[in-house]
């Protein structure tokens, strides 16, 4: 995995280049302009699965535009199929990689994306373009100014991750406890996954919701273990009185013209998990009423079955405890 992000990276500075120079940039422009490639989700905390895709994120000085990135120069006229695409775009080189498969470009989206796959690994690609004129390695991502003048696409390209990094380092008070926010949330995507809770589309809960529940469990726990904190978890959100917000810090507006999440602009929102980043917002808009009560029924569950092997283990300390109820797949079809 870190070999194809290098070599990924080293093709979207090629192709940077290559657009200064194209658009007729001085020398020494074209040096300076850099670019850099970021990841975010499961694999920047470290708790993807094997087969799990990385989302990454390459973040271009203004000299690159969308069209640039995608090449689209002649649009079909015949519905699904693609125009003819410059040879010269990110897309184009991508998609005649050698190692590179599964290539769907999605141009028409919300948040532009390529997908594909590099050396069998399934890579998700969106594009940020800054309001400068060099990315430079040292490049802060983190620092709210580089918001600064960007476009709705580039801002929810760049929030993911800002906000993975930002709960990453409110969770990173010391390397023991960070362990322990890993653990945690290994065992809640397991979880959510095995009853049926694991898509933030359908109204549940996704990666960057678990992220933001345990990141919230660990601030309230610091120094728990991983066992009693994944108790804590399903503590915390069993007794949760929604639609009460979820923050792990309080939402700031930095000047930039977003708009940030409020409690007056929350109406609505069955279940608000606000992301810590700037601009806030909250995560779990699709969550409804129905979605909301299943979920806690699950929350329920969790806790009985974990307070239960707490009980266990303090009758007696020296057995193995049997956390396979806990992820017991869901009997979705018998209830409905």
């Known amino acids: ?22 658009k007729g940039l001085s020398t020494d422009v074209v040096n300076v302009a850099g670019g850099q490639l970021f ?11 094997p087969g799990a895709d990385i989302d990454t994120i390459l973040v271009s000085p203004n000299a690159c535009q969308r069209m640039d990135f995608f090449g689209t120069t002649i649009l079909s006229t015949v519905e699904g199929e693609e125009g003819t695409r410059d040879p010269t775009s990110l897309a184009e080189r991508i998609r005649t990689h050698p190692d590179v498969t599964n290539f769907v470009p999605v141009e028409s989206a919300a948040v532009p994306i390529l997908t594909f796959d590099w050396e069998g690994i399934n890579i998700d690609l969106l594009f940020a373009r800054l309001n400068t ?12 100014a580089v918001l600064d003048g960007a476009d709705g696409a580039t801002e ?50 996704g990666g960057v919701n678990i992220n933001i529940g345990v990141a919230l469990v660990v601030q309230l726990y610091p120094n728990a273990c991983g066992a009693s904190l994944l108790r804590k978890f399903f503590l915390v959100f069993k007794t949760w ?87 017991e797949p869901s009997d979705f079809f018998i209830n409905y």
């Open 156 to 205: 929810k390209s760049l929030n993911g991750p800002r906000v993975t990094n930002l709960i990453a380092a409110l969770v990173s008070g010391t390397p023991q406890r960070y362990q322990v926010f890993l653990t945690v949330v290994r065992c809640v995507r397991k979880w959510a996954k095995a009853r049926g809770l694991y898509s933030n589309k359908m109204g549940y809960w």
């Open 241 to 327: 009185r929604w639609p009460q917000p979820l923050l792990l810090t309080k939402p700031h507006d930095a000047g930039y013209g977003l708009p940030v999440w409020s409690v007056a602009t929350a109406v609505r929102q069955v279940a608000p998990m606000i992301t810590p980043a700037y601009p806030a917002m909250n995560s779990t808009l699709a969550v409804s009423r129905q979605t909301l009560q299943i979920l806690q029924e699950e929350f329920n569950r969790g806790h009985t079955v974990v307070d239960q092997l707490w009980k266990d283990y303090q009758k007696n300390p020296a057995q193995e405890l049997n956390w396979n109820t806990l992820f």
């Open 1 to 22: 995995r870190e070999r194809v992000l290098n070599r990924m990276g080293e093709l979207c500075r090629d192709w940077i280049r290559t657009v200064c120079i194209k």
């Open 133 to 144: 004129a060099s990315v430079p390695p040292d490049f802060d991502i983190d620092n709210d």
């Open 39 to 49: 990841t975010s989700g499961s694999y920047r905390l470290g708790v993807h699965e």
